[in-house]
């Protein structure tokens, strides 16, 4: 129905910076929210950022200030902005996506998850 896939993970120093991005494609009438989640080694998954259609944002309390959750309603893409990270912030991050798509030439709601990419800040 619909991919997401992400991109711009990787090593980054404590104090530095980087930016996720994460791509819908597909058939897609609507994306209504955009997500980040996260998953550290041996914790479960925790919900990052959201973001809705009309650009409503809300941040976990561990990030508000530092991270910074876009999306660009045309490219069906959304952004994650994440600077002063720390090595806590390391964890494997997810897109996350729901709205109306076409499927077998219906309309038809959808709820996807990307594959994740790899953030580690580390010294």
């Known amino acids: 129905q619909v991919q997401l896939v992400e991109s711009g993970g990787g090593l980054v120093q404590p104090g530095g910076s980087q930016r996720l991005s994460c791509t819908a494609s597909?058939?897609?009438?609507?994306?209504?929210?955009m997500a980040w989640y996260r998953q550290a080694p041996g914790k479960q998954r925790e919900l990052v950022a959201t973001?809705?259609?009309?650009?409503?944002?809300n941040y976990t309390d561990s990030v508000k200030g530092r991270f910074t959750i876009t999306r660009d309603n045309v490219r069906n893409t959304v952004y994650l902005q994440m600077n002063s990270l720390k090595p806590e912030d390391t964890a494997v991050y997810y897109c996350?996506?729901?709205?109306?798509?076409?499927?077998?030439?219906?309309?038809?709601?959808?709820?996807?998850w990307g594959q994740g990419t790899q953030v580690t800040v580390s010294s």
């Open positions: 996350n996506a729901d709205g109306d798509c076409l499927h077998d030439y219906v309309r038809t709601p959808f709820y996807s």
């Open positions: 973001i809705t259609y009309g650009g409503t944002k």
């Open positions: 597909g058939i897609i009438f609507k994306i209504n929210n």
